[in-house]
């Protein structure tokens, strides 16, 4: 994952009511009527929350009669846990600036 994507999936976990979101279905797929009580807010405001989950992968939905779940989709979420635990080497970019002299020398 490049690091514009996983900045922008980082963004959408950023908010604590999607993080919820998140940490519910990582116990069972869930639909919208279930995930309302859960909150303080509307129906359309969780399924705008659910709409920024599903933008960036990390939910999927599945149509059942006219239900619709929503997963977890836990290959992404690991694929989030890889990135950051493999961010790339920058000490290169930080030696440039430094002989560029763009880098202050605090003390």
Not at 38 to 48: D, E, K, V, W, Y
Not at 85 to 98: A, F, G, K, V, Y
Request: hydrophobic fraction near 40%; glycine fraction near 4%.
């Amino acid at each position: 994952m490049n690091i514009e994507k996983l900045a922008e999936t980082l963004k959408v976990l950023g908010d604590p009511t999607r993080l919820q979101i998140v940490a519910m279905l990582n116990i069972r797929d869930l639909c919208v009527c279930e995930l309302v009580p859960m909150f303080s807010i509307s129906q359309p405001a969780i399924s705008r929350h659910l709409s920024r989950l599903r933008s960036v992968e990390l939910v999927k939905e599945t149509r059942k009669g006219m239900w619709v779940y929503y997963s977890l989709n836990r290959q992404k979420l690991e694929e989030v846990g890889f990135s950051l635990s493999h961010l790339p080497d920058m000490t290169e970019r930080l030696n440039e600036l430094r002989v560029k002299g763009a880098l202050p020398e605090c003390k």
